[in-house]
């Protein structure tokens, strides 16, 4: 990637899934949607190296492959491949902006709460805290230096790396913990930190959230529909046109970048482990 920071490393789990081939999906789909042109070469060189480094760094148990190509559909099916877009945003969330539709403001907070609680320095598991240092200190596409959230200011968050990371923290997070609004994820946390395997019945009753499975698909359809910390709400509820659609959408374009039908139970397949990555 020509104009990515020099100490930035890129990994994948599938050995022969890396910039090119994501180059190749994103390309596809974009020539699929007729969104060719919407983003600069920089711009997709920057969109490339973010998918790869979000798949790495929150959903490292999912293959590469799949992750980026879910990201890419999500991208697709959230603002046709327009980093600047602006939009009225989802429920009471405030105005959604960038490529993933992120609520920096409003009722959502989602910039304040990536700043306040996102762990940077490192890359860590609270259900494993002895697993390393994972994909390493989240760089800054920009200063290729470690990023610097209490820099960050709603204008950033057009920035694809930086909306992208943003948006994948949150969905993870949510997905692993079944739902539950962010406001409980500290308690979590506080909880898995008094226990070394963070398996201790205070967590497990923490992280029971809204009984659904911890899986890709659940990030996805809290992104859209909120939280459902008590099964209520959720983007599985009756009549939640909005999820349905947000959902279906996601899964064309990944549907295409396969070139097979693809549903909501592949979505569904990629469970994650309970608890909260880079979460401070």
């Not at 959230?209 to 359809?221: D, F, M, Q």
Request: hydrophobic share 40%.
């Amino acid at each position: 990637l020509a104009t990515a920071p020099s100490a930035l490393v890129l990994t994948s789990n599938n050995a022969n899934y890396g910039p090119g081939e994501v180059r190749q999906d994103l390309q596809k789909i974009m020539k699929w949607a007729y969104d060719e042109g919407n983003l600069s070469p920089a711009e997709e060189d920057e969109v490339i190296a973010a998918v790869l480094s979000a798949s790495a760094r929150y959903f490292p148990e999912v293959p590469t492959r799949a992750m980026c190509r879910i990201m890419l559909a999500d991208i697709k099916a959230e603002s046709d491949f327009q980093p600047r877009l602006s939009s009225a945003g989802r429920l009471d969330s405030g105005a959604s902006v960038g490529l993933l539709q992120v609520s920096p403001g409003g009722g959502s907070q989602e910039l304040t709460l990536w700043k306040t609680h996102a762990k940077v320095s490192a890359n860590t598991f609270s259900w494993n805290r002895d697993a390393g240092n994972g994909a390493g200190a989240l760089l800054d596409w920009q200063t290729g230096s470690q990023m610097k959230l209490s820099a960050l200011s709603n204008s950033d968050v057009l920035r694809p790396w930086v909306n992208i990371h943003l948006a994948m923290w949150v969905q993870s997070n949510s997905a692993r913990t079944s739902s539950q609004d962010p406001y409980n994820w500290a308690a979590i946390s506080a909880a898995s930190a008094t226990s070394s395997k963070g398996n201790s019945a205070k967590v497990n009753k923490l992280l029971v959230g809204a009984g659904l499975n911890r899986s890709v698909r659940t990030g996805l359809g809290t992104w859209v529909a909120g939280a459902a910390t008590d099964g209520a709400g959720s983007y599985k509820q009756k009549g939640d046109d909005i999820s349905e659609q947000y959902i279906d959408s996601v899964l064309q374009g990944v549907s295409v970048l396969y070139g097979k039908t693809m549903t909501a139970d592949w979505l569904d397949r990629w469970v994650l482990n309970a608890g909260l990555v880079d979460y401070r």
